[in-house]
């Protein structure tokens, strides 16, 4: 009896327990069904039917030009130095790359200073429904454009949200509108359209490559490698030599940079669309189980090994990720966006080997030695590309991350920019001021235009030897010679002929080169002009009108304008808005000067005309008594929507052809 008994609550226990297996399973099963988001399509009735399709419209091109500055900027539609949220990257320049020579766009980095900055996929959600949530009324225009046939009224505000499916990024729109038209008044408030972009899979992608990155340390143990084998870049060294080998820094950083620039770009991503080895993949396999002890010992491969294979073993990043065959990755750095890169130990920029003689019967020899330890930064781009979006035309999603070498190892841990150490210390040997006594004066032109061959007061002086740069004092009243202003002051040893240098508020930057104890450097007056633009109407089928008009509401001009033949750069970046209460004012040289200019004339955000021009020359005739610097811009009309309107104004900003008709005048 008793045995029966424990058999039925055997028999009992085994049914509670797959009464609770079979509950868990269910509630797993509902948990998974609550994350996939079920996006419904809305039942649109017949008489708003043109309503909807125009409102649908407009979130389909706003959204796409959100998507265009998510792409861009790593996930951030709006990066404005206006923005708070954003100002830890806006306003620290190492956290983003300048992708743009007017730094318009900025790649944020994913990581920056240890800490993983990766946008979320929430956060880009909110991103793009803000972007079309800030820009829909300027393209809705009131639904001016239905009248009278259809007479809409906004009975609340619109809300927008986004949601980045597999396959697609929806945007959609709860705006409740009153439609009348034909006598019929209809409410409708649900706007959805589809953005074929697979941006959750890239982002994914994106992701899973700088986890793996900061996982394996691809990056920095690739850069080591290369310049391990790098005959310009010294690292360890025992020669037979007598003569001492010295580099540069700066010589060496160039090139790292071009190393970094060659190499970087030939990195693939196991799992996507990369271009083939030369070989099958089978043999690098086969290849990679013999390591240095076997080559020691006299085991070699029965296989030839393919020029590639140093690509193959150490230019592959495997994500971890399935789903992707469709995307091609490419890995870019410019030597435009900077190195950070410091070897010990060095003097002044100088990196030196030891030569000392040999011992007993080897005397005649020298030995020479070296090893240097290098700390390098440099950002990387990894650009995301996927050909099926937009119907074939293509989509890319980019984002950044810094490489981080720390005493020649990967450190992506504890190392970045506030622990970088550069080499241009200027503390202890600046006051070592006690070398040659010497006369600097600065000359050029004063407010009234004469030449002050008796020199400029208020110039601020400073020396500069190698990479070693000293404050050496103003420019003043000179007691030994009545009427004079210069400097008069003892130089840091070290620099035979080293180089001055002048800065003054209104003038350029004066240079030269210090030969003897006295010196005069000639500086080059700017002339200060208040910024005044006008815009002239282009249209494809009637040409560029002469008739100018002044910046209209919406408007936002971009200018970015560089000095060229001056040995000292000179170049000025503003972004000027329609209603904006200061005017924008421009320092130009105060002679003949030739000039690159770009502007981009933007209309809400669109891009809609501008001006480019290279070694556009302004005289100082040109100049002389004038207020006003007045820029031209072409405004391409009608507004392009078109892709082939686009692309005719691209191209005619482009050709220049446009320049003399539109170069700057002054009034």
Same mark, same amino acid.
């Given at each position: 009896m008793k045995k029966e008994a424990r058999k039925g609550q055997v028999t009992v226990f085994i049914i509670i327990g797959l009464i609770l297996l079979v509950s868990a399973s269910i509630i797993i099963y509902l948990t998974t069904l609550r994350k996939v988001e079920v996006i419904e399509e809305v039942v649109v009735p017949p008489e708003v039917k043109p309503i909807y399709d125009y409102v649908t419209n407009c979130l389909y091109e706003i959204g796409s030009d959100s998507l265009v500055l998510v792409g861009t900027?790593?996930?951030?539609?709006?990066?404005?130095?206006?923005?708070?949220?954003?100002?830890?990257?806006?306003?620290?320049?190492?956290?983003?790359?300048?992708?743009?020579?007017?730094?318009?766009?900025?790649?944020?980095?994913?990581?920056?200073?240890?800490?993983?900055?990766?946008?979320?996929l929430e956060f880009i959600q909110k991103e793009i429904a803000d972007y079309v949530n800030n820009n829909l009324q300027a393209c809705l225009n009131n639904f001016d454009d239905f009248r009278p046939s259809f007479?809409?009224?906004?009975?609340?505000?619109?809300?927008?949200?986004?949601?980045?499916?597999?396959?697609?990024?929806?945007?959609?729109?709860?705006?409740?509108?009153?439609?009348?038209?034909g006598g019929k008044t209809t409410e409708h408030s649900e706007f959805i359209t589809h953005l074929p972009v697979k941006l959750k899979k890239m982002w994914g992608l994106a992701k899973a490559i700088l986890d793996a990155e900061n996982e394996e340390n691809l990056l920095e143990n690739l850069t080591i490698d290369l310049m391990a084998m790098s005959p310009d870049v010294p690292m360890d060294s025992l020669d037979i030599t007598c003569r001492p080998q010295i580099w540069r820094l700066d010589d060496v950083e160039k090139s790292v940079q071009q190393l970094v620039r060659y190499n970087v770009m030939k990195i693939r991503v196991k799992g996507t669309d990369y271009p083939p080895f030369l070989a099958d993949e089978s043999v690098y396999e086969e290849l990679s189980e013999y390591d240095m002890e076997d080559i020691n010992e006299g085991r070699f491969p029965d296989i030839p090994t393919p020029r590639d294979a140093f690509e193959y073993s150490r230019m592959m990043i495997d994500p971890g990720v399935g789903g992707v065959e469709d995307m091609v990755v490419n890995f870019v750095?410019?030597?435009?966006?900077?190195?950070?890169?410091?070897?010990?130990?060095?003097?002044?920029?100088?990196?030196?080997?030891?030569?000392?003689?040999?011992?007993?019967?080897?005397?005649?020899?020298?030995?020479?030695?070296?090893?240097?330890?290098?700390?390098?930064?440099?950002?990387?781009?990894?650009?995301?590309?996927?050909?099926?979006?937009?119907?074939?035309?293509g989509y890319t999603f980019q984002f950044a991350f810094p490489?981080?070498?720390?005493?020649?190892?990967?450190?992506?841990?504890?190392?970045?920019?506030?622990?970088?150490? +550069?080499?241009?210390?200027?503390?202890?040997?600046?006051?070592?001021?006690? #070398? =040659?006594? @010497?006369?600097?004066?600065?000359?050029? %032109?004063?407010?009234?235009?004469?030449?002050?061959?008796?020199?400029?007061?208020?110039?601020?002086?400073s020396y500069h030897c190698f990479n070693q740069r000293c404050t050496l004092g103003t420019t003043g009243y000179n007691m030994n010679a009545p009427g004079r202003y210069a400097l008069i002051t003892a130089l840091p040893p070290g620099c035979a002929n080293p180089i001055i240098e002048a800065d003054k508020e209104g003038y350029l930057q004066g240079k030269a080169q210090l030969v003897g104890n006295?010196?005069?450097?000639?500086?080059?007056?700017?002339?200060?002009?208040?910024?005044?633009?006008?815009?002239?109407?282009?249209?494809? +089928?009637?040409?560029l009108s002469q008739n100018s008009e002044e910046l209209a509401? #919406? =408007?936002? @001009?971009?200018?970015?304008?560089?000095? %060229?033949?001056?040995?000292?750069?000179?170049?000025?970046?503003?972004?000027?808005?329609?209603?904006?209460?200061?005017?924008?004012?421009?320092?130009?040289?105060?002679?003949?000067a030739q000039y690159d200019i770009d502007i981009m004339l933007h209309n809400y955000d669109r891009f809609v005309g501008g001006y480019k021009a290279r070694n556009v020359t302004i005289k100082y005739s040109d100049l002389e008594g004038y207020e006003d610097a007045v820029f031209h811009v072409f405004e391409y009309r009608p507004r392009p929507t078109q892709s082939e309107d686009i692309m005719d104004m691209t191209m005619f900003f482009m050709d220049e052809g446009y320049a003399e008709d539109l170069a700057p005048t002054f009034r």
């Amino acid at each position: 009896m008793k045995k029966e008994a424990r058999k039925g609550q055997v028999t009992v226990f085994i049914i509670i327990g797959l009464i609770l297996l079979v509950s868990a399973s269910i509630i797993i099963y509902l948990t998974t069904l609550r994350k996939v988001e079920v996006i419904e399509e809305v039942v649109v009735p017949p008489e708003v039917k043109p309503i909807y399709d125009y409102v649908t419209n407009c979130l389909y091109e706003i959204g796409s030009d959100s998507l265009v500055l998510v792409g861009t900027q790593g996930g951030y539609a709006d990066l404005s130095p206006e923005r708070v949220d954003t100002r830890d990257i806006t306003l620290t320049p190492t956290a983003y790359v300048k992708i743009d020579p007017t730094n318009t766009f900025k790649l944020p980095h994913w990581f920056y200073e240890g800490e993983d900055r990766t946008p979320p996929l929430e956060f880009i959600q909110k991103e793009i429904a803000d972007y079309v949530n800030n820009n829909l009324q300027a393209c809705l225009n009131n639904f001016d454009d239905f009248r009278p046939s259809f007479e809409v009224t906004a009975l609340g505000s619109p809300k927008l949200t986004s949601v980045l499916t597999d396959n697609d990024v929806v945007v959609m729109l709860d705006y409740p509108l009153e439609i009348t038209s034909g006598g019929k008044t209809t409410e409708h408030s649900e706007f959805i359209t589809h953005l074929p972009v697979k941006l959750k899979k890239m982002w994914g992608l994106a992701k899973a490559i700088l986890d793996a990155e900061n996982e394996e340390n691809l990056l920095e143990n690739l850069t080591i490698d290369l310049m391990a084998m790098s005959p310009d870049v010294p690292m360890d060294s025992l020669d037979i030599t007598c003569r001492p080998q010295i580099w540069r820094l700066d010589d060496v950083e160039k090139s790292v940079q071009q190393l970094v620039r060659y190499n970087v770009m030939k990195i693939r991503v196991k799992g996507t669309d990369y271009p083939p080895f030369l070989a099958d993949e089978s043999v690098y396999e086969e290849l990679s189980e013999y390591d240095m002890e076997d080559i020691n010992e006299g085991r070699f491969p029965d296989i030839p090994t393919p020029r590639d294979a140093f690509e193959y073993s150490r230019m592959m990043i495997d994500p971890g990720v399935g789903g992707v065959e469709d995307m091609v990755v490419n890995f870019v750095y410019l030597p435009s966006w900077g190195m950070d890169l410091n070897g010990l130990p060095n003097e002044a920029g100088i990196l030196r080997s030891n030569a000392a003689p040999g011992q007993s019967f080897l005397k005649f020899l020298c030995i020479n030695t070296y090893h240097f330890v290098y700390d390098v930064i440099y950002p990387v781009q990894v650009r995301i590309f996927d050909p099926s979006a937009y119907s074939g035309r293509g989509y890319t999603f980019q984002f950044a991350f810094p490489v981080l070498i720390d005493d020649n190892d990967a450190n992506r841990e504890t190392f970045g920019v506030r622990k970088f150490q +550069d080499y241009y210390v200027d503390v202890g040997f600046c006051e070592q001021a006690g #070398g =040659d006594v @010497v006369e600097i004066k600065a000359i050029g %032109r004063d407010a009234e235009g004469y030449l002050m061959t008796s020199g400029l007061k208020d110039v601020n002086i400073s020396y500069h030897c190698f990479n070693q740069r000293c404050t050496l004092g103003t420019t003043g009243y000179n007691m030994n010679a009545p009427g004079r202003y210069a400097l008069i002051t003892a130089l840091p040893p070290g620099c035979a002929n080293p180089i001055i240098e002048a800065d003054k508020e209104g003038y350029l930057q004066g240079k030269a080169q210090l030969v003897g104890n006295k010196l005069d450097i000639e500086m080059t007056r700017l002339s200060r002009k208040n910024v005044v633009f006008e815009k002239h109407p282009y249209r494809k +089928d009637a040409g560029l009108s002469q008739n100018s008009e002044e910046l209209a509401m #919406g =408007d936002t @001009v971009s200018l970015y304008i560089k000095l %060229r033949g001056y040995p000292v750069a000179h170049e000025t970046f503003f972004t000027y808005s329609y209603g904006d209460n200061e005017t924008p004012t421009i320092d130009l040289v105060e002679g003949d000067a030739q000039y690159d200019i770009d502007i981009m004339l933007h209309n809400y955000d669109r891009f809609v005309g501008g001006y480019k021009a290279r070694n556009v020359t302004i005289k100082y005739s040109d100049l002389e008594g004038y207020e006003d610097a007045v820029f031209h811009v072409f405004e391409y009309r009608p507004r392009p929507t078109q892709s082939e309107d686009i692309m005719d104004m691209t191209m005619f900003f482009m050709d220049e052809g446009y320049a003399e008709d539109l170069a700057p005048t002054f009034r």
